[in-house]
């Protein structure tokens, strides 16, 4: 069975640092992996997506994500923290044959310190 | 497109009451997914529907929760009677079926008192 885990529940960044969001998976073939954001009182947006391809992801808002098979790893990076970026993100794997459900990690809220 | 929409994005109800959530996806899309987050399970799919037709209602908690999908355009999630430990936030999202990503709505945040 395919599970998520996000490694800190909460992490705490000053304004410009680096952002490190961890997440591994478990499953018995690579999965398709995801990285939604949530911000407050608002639904999940997709952030970024990996499926095939280059391992390196970029998504929206300047974060992108590497693709680790050995590690089974799919860390969620931003050179700089913003502000803006504070909000909760959910790493999420889905099988790559039929129907696609979501199995989503337990989230990292993300504060970003001035 | 205006997006995946949810109504009411408020709800407070009193133990034992219906709720009915509905779900409006976005035009075109194949599937439609209800999902339950709350502070101690995180995000739960409960139903999902392909082509109106529910395919895996594993996640549903027990039987006071029911997910209809009439047509391509509307789907409502019931709870009958609802419990306080209904309380949280409900997600409809849907997708088509030419990509793997879900389009997320605002969700519908429960409260049962």
């Known amino acids: 069975a395919q599970s998520v885990t996000q490694l800190g529940s909460h992490v705490s960044v000053s304004e410009g640092a680096l952002v490190l969001l961890r997440c591994n998976y478990s499953?018995?073939?690579?999965?398709?992996l995801f990285w939604y954001v949530q911000y407050p009182n608002q639904g999940l947006q997709l952030l970024l997506k990996?499926?095939?391809?280059?391992?390196l992801v970029k998504g929206i808002n300047g974060f992108e994500a590497e693709f680790k098979k050995s590690e089974t790893s799919f860390h969620l990076t931003k050179p700089s923290a913003h502000m803006s970026d504070a909000a909760e993100y959910f790493c999420?794997?889905?099988?790559?044959?039929?129907?696609?459900?979501?199995?989503f990690g337990t989230g990292t809220r993300l504060k970003v310190l001035a | 497109d205006a997006g995946v929409i949810q109504s009411p994005r408020h709800e407070v109800t009193e133990m034992g009451q219906e709720v009915t959530l509905r779900c409006k996806p976005i035009?075109?899309?194949?599937?439609l997914f209800w999902y339950r987050q709350t502070m101690m399970r995180g995000l739960e799919l409960l139903i999902y529907?392909?082509?109106?037709?529910?395919?895996?209602d594993s996640g549903m908690p027990e039987d006071r929760f029911s997910a209809k999908m009439p047509n391509a355009s509307f789907s409502t999630l019931k709870i009958q009677p609802s419990e306080p430990r209904d309380s949280a936030v409900y997600f409809c999202?849907?997708?088509?079926?030419?990509?793997?990503?879900?389009?997320f709505g605002p969700g519908t945040r429960l409260t049962v008192l």
């Open positions: 499953s018995s073939v690579p999965p398709y």
């Open positions: 035009s075109g899309h194949d599937y």
């Open positions: 999420a794997v889905s099988d790559r044959e039929g129907t696609y459900k979501y199995i």
């Open positions: 999202a849907s997708r088509p079926a030419s990509t793997d990503t879900q389009y």
């Open positions: 529907f392909n082509n109106n037709v529910p395919i895996d």
């Open positions: 990996y499926t095939t391809g280059a391992t």
